[in-house]
């Protein structure tokens, strides 16, 4: 037996970094337990021959949550981020995402004929309105919101919200476009089955609330550890927890028993990490109802992304004069992909190519005169017998290392379209698959941001709630993207908090001190 903390959390993600920020700055003892080498989880970045990259998140919406959360820890000044800009290309259209209307405007002029597209940005326009109202990046409405005064304005929009959360409403609004494969691209595009809501609101936050930290992902994610540090948070990285020792007597978790068998008594415990593995595998599944164990073993996750990551022997103004902005999605047709382990073997050629690009915000990203670009898009874990890895092992064979090279060119040649030469300017390669995120997040089949938006599978739809802090232990919370709905970034942020609250005996949602 080692030391006894108040408060032991289990991952280094922005939600268990979040977490232990604020327990520490309530004066708990605190220990954070990571299983890699550095904080992040999905949004670590990584430095390879004097270029740096973002291994996952290349970028973050705050959607009135993220900065009042970080003003809150007094970890926030605006200069620290800056504001993406989008740009859309395809055979038909290319340009930036300045204003809903604009976007409007270029889809229209790409597609004289198709008269539902005005229809389809009014509704965008409507939602857009609805997440102004209510999600200022600004301010902290959301968090107030659960007072009465705050709630009745908001009320009016509980009738859309309804339908605007299903699907069949974004397949019913793009039905009524003619060209078929313009049509697929309509109701697909985004996350598989993503209801309207999402894909309206996708628009909304390119446009408004897309940020980066200057520096890098990494340099913000160490800034939050360092922090808590400061405040006497403890931190133990390459610590892998194996499971949860808990006391059925007193229905209460004991301690954390880490792989290397030290047990790490705490009279609290968060669990920020892959939910699937907390159930039956950090915690025994017998503690659990069978219904749930039923609904969380079938429940499916979040899109898996490949990666590219290149240092180019091409100084950064002239990358950003093919480019043009940090972020592009480059469409090379109108088919939406959602490879899994029955695509072809040439599914990457075909997929959409999100090209990103910072530098301005980053000074340190490339040696002088050369630069840095990610590229990614959907991929699939089990694809390809795992990626040539023939298993689902974190051992990497040389077929693997060679066949993600080549999945990597794939991906070169879509954005070649864009950067011409770009394959004869590359001094550096690597590539991320759904595996090499796996290993270095633990999140089932390297899945990216929670449970999945298919209204027919996620848990969420079915019923278990908005809020999955609450375990079978009254002293273990879980935090994270699959505790809170509907996932990634802002959701994993906000569970940080209210998972804080929680274990500190206050109300969920306590009302924001201003710093
Ligand atoms: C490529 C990519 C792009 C994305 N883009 C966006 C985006 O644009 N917007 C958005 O909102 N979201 C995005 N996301 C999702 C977002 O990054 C995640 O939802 C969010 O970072 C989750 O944070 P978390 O703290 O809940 O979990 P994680 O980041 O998964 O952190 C969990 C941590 O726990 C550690 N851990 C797990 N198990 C153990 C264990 N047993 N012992 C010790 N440590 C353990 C892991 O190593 C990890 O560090 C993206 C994700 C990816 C991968």
């Given at each position: 037996m080692s030391d006894h903390y108040d408060v032991t959390i289990i991952g280094a993600g922005i939600s268990g970094l979040i977490c232990a920020n604020y327990l520490a700055r309530a004066g708990k003892r605190v220990l954070l337990v990571e299983q890699n080498h550095q904080p992040g989880g999905n949004m670590s970045g990584f430095r390879r021959r004097g270029f740096y990259f973002d291994?996952?998140?290349?970028s973050f919406e705050s959607l009135g949550i993220v900065f009042p959360i970080l003003r809150e820890l007094g970890?926030?000044?605006?200069?620290?981020f800056t504001q993406l800009r989008y740009r859309m290309v395809s055979d038909d259209f290319d340009f930036y995402l300045d204003s809903i209307d604009g976007a409007e405007g270029a889809l229209r002029e790409a597609f004289p004929r198709e008269t539902a597209i005005p229809e389809i940005f009014d509704e965008v326009r409507r939602v857009s309105r609805f997440l102004d109202e209510n999600y200022d990046p600004g301010s902290f409405p959301l968090l107030n919101h659960f007072r009465l005064r705050h709630l009745l304005p908001a009320a009016k929009w509980l009738p859309p919200l309804r339908k605007w959360l299903t699907f069949r409403y974004r397949e019913k609004i793009s039905s009524r476009i003619a060209d078929p494969s313009l049509r697929t691209w309509f109701t697909h595009i985004g996350y598989r089955r993503m209801p309207f809501l999402f894909f309206a609101g996708f628009w909304h936050i390119w446009i408004n609330d897309y940020w980066y930290p200057n520096g890098g992902m990494q340099a913000f994610l160490n800034k939050l550890a360092a922090s808590f540090e400061e405040h006497g948070g403890e931190i133990r990285y390459k610590t892998m927890v194996d499971h949860i020792d808990v006391d059925e007597r007193s229905r209460r978790a004991r301690a954390v028993v880490t792989a290397a068998g030290e047990e790490i008594a705490a009279d609290q415990i968060v669990y920020s990490g892959d939910y699937k593995r907390f159930v039956g595998d950090i915690l025994e599944e017998r503690h659990f109802k069978p219904r749930f164990v039923k609904k969380i073993r079938e429940a499916d996750l979040t899109e898996e992304i490949f990666s590219v990551y290149l240092g180019l022997d091409m100084p950064p103004e002239e990358l950003f004069g093919h480019?043009?902005?940090?972020h592009v999605f480059l469409f090379p047709n109108y088919d939406v992909i959602f490879p899994d382990e029955r695509s072809p073997r040439d599914v990457h050629s075909r997929m959409w190519v999100a090209l990103n690009v910072f530098h301005g915000e980053n000074d340190d990203a490339a040696p002088e005169g050369k630069s840095t670009l990610v590229l990614q898009t959907y991929s699939s874990y089990r694809w390809e017998n795992y990626w040539h890895n023939a298993g689902d092992s974190d051992e990497r064979r040389e077929e693997y290392t060679r066949f993600k090279r080549e999945i990597a060119n794939e991906l070169i040649a879509t954005a070649e379209r864009l950067i011409p030469g770009l394959s004869e300017r590359i001094e550096y390669l690597d590539a991320g698959t759904p595996l090499s995120l796996k290993r270095y997040t633990r999140n089932t089949d390297g899945s990216?941001?929670?449970?999945?938006?298919d209204d027919r599978v996620s848990p969420v739809y079915r019923s278990l709630g908005f809020n999955m802090f609450r375990t079978p232990f009254s002293n273990l919370h879980a935090a994270g993207h699959y505790a809170l709905w509907p996932g990634g970034v802002i959701s994993a942020t906000l569970s940080g908090r209210m998972v804080a609250n929680r274990v500190l005996g206050r109300r969920l949602l306590a009302r924001m001190e201003q710093p």
């Open positions: 291994a996952g998140d290349q970890l926030y000044d605006p200069a620290d480019v043009g902005t940090q990216t941001g929670g449970w999945c938006y």
